[in-house]
């Protein structure tokens, strides 16, 4: 079946570390998102890449990283320099130019513990 | 600038009708849709309509535009238990196909 992964489902990070979650889509789309959703809040972009080895920044890119080596693979780093990193993080992909909609993943739970 | 709002809660009873209102700013929105989120999972998209479009009926799921207001609704008929969830708002800006902005979410709540 077609769709979206994410891993892991729950990430804890202590302090200083960085970490790497994981998106994978098997959709063949061109577009590819990172989304933080904060409780009680709507979704805010981080980093969205329409083609392989571009990808630009969101509204709030500070404190991440992202590359996009494959079609199929746009993965999101929270460094140390993300000073509130606790939140849900979503991925979604969509065709370049595509009008209806986004897929997404399920999403990673990321703790700062 | 490019906007989306929704109220945050609303709560109905079972087998009423529900209608969830969200308002944009961006005139010249291509296409809006409506994602739904269940605890813990990704967004799924429920809907979507063509901004030339009066309204969009799929089941239970009413959607309906009035794009002189730039206000659009949901509704869903005969509420179940199965759809208390976040419903998202969202749309297409006129100024980038490529990226969607999104509502921050309706809860829905059913009672019994």
């Known amino acids: 079946d077609g769709g979206i992964t994410q891993s892991p489902k729950y990430l804890f990070r202590k302090e200083g570390q960085n970490v790497t979650l994981s998106c994978e889509q098997n959709l063949n789309h061109d577009a590819m998102y990172w989304y933080r959703q904060d409780p009680g809040q709507g979704l805010r972009l981080i980093y969205y890449s329409q083609i392989v080895n571009d990808f630009q920044k969101g509204d709030i890119a500070e404190g991440y990283s992202v590359s996009r080596e494959k079609k199929e693979s746009f993965p999101l780093t929270v460094t140390s320099a993300q000073k509130n990193p606790t939140a849900f993080y979503l991925c979604?992909?969509?065709?370049?130019?595509?009008?209806?909609?986004?897929?997404f993943g399920s999403g990673t739970r990321l703790t700062v513990v | 600038g490019e906007d989306v709002e929704q109220s945050l809660f609303l709560s109905v009873r079972e087998g009423d009708s529900s209608v969830i209102n969200c308002t944009y700013t961006?005139?010249?929105?291509?296409?809006l849709y409506w994602y739904k989120q269940e605890p813990g999972a990704g967004l799924q998209l429920l809907t979507y309509i063509f901004s030339n479009m009066d309204m969009k009926q799929d089941q239970r799921l009413t959607v309906l535009l009035n794009k002189k207001d730039k206000h659009l609704s949901l509704r869903i008929a005969d509420t179940q238990t199965g759809d208390s969830a976040i419903y998202f708002c969202?749309?297409?800006?006129?100024?980038?196909?490529?990226?969607?902005?999104f509502g921050s979410g309706t809860r829905l709540s059913i009672r019994p």
């Open positions: 979604a992909s969509n065709t370049a130019g595509g009008n209806y909609g986004y897929t």
């Open positions: 961006d005139s010249s929105s291509t296409y």
């Open positions: 969202a749309e297409t800006p006129g100024s980038s196909a490529s990226k969607i902005i």
